[in-house]
């Protein structure tokens, strides 16, 4: 049996156990039907529906949002109770640094954040996001708000870019919400 170089060997001893970490990092916290019952426990049912976002709506939403809307197809679902809509239900992806984050956002009739949920992490660090100390600082935001990293949410250490695009696609689905479901 041959005898693999020491510079080829070490590379692999310290590759191959990364890869295997990497994916044992992905997790799935939440099915949607869940996170419709975390963030809107007093709603009976839950609509769905899917939103074909024309081209101009598209346009409009990054003019609004800053950050483009990727599908042309945005699913949502209304949350009610006894035939009153309490809001919107929408589930999103963004990348964290390489994976996708996937999390849900409820939204009022108002255009209020309601509360966010993240569904699915697959990156290996930065799952902070995921704690309800970070995740709350959402709550009350509305368009008019700044939505700015380190400003009026705050960054955390290590996932900067999960805390950046999580914080983009919550402030592009409150532009969805102006455009397409509070008309």
Known sequence: MR??????ALPLAVIAPAAIVSHAQAEDYLTVAQAQQVLFPEAKVFLESAINLTDDQRNQIKKIAGVRQRTQVQQNWRAEQDGKLLGYFLVDEVIGKHEFITYAAAISPEGKVLGI???SYRETHGGQIRKPEWRTHFQGKTLNDQ??????????SGATLSCRNVTDGVKRLLAIHKIALSQ
């Open 147 to 156: 939505f700015k990293l380190n400003k009026d949410i705050p960054n955390i």
């Open 3 to 8: 005898n693999i170089p020491g510079f080829i």
């Open 117 to 119: 949920e993240i569904l």
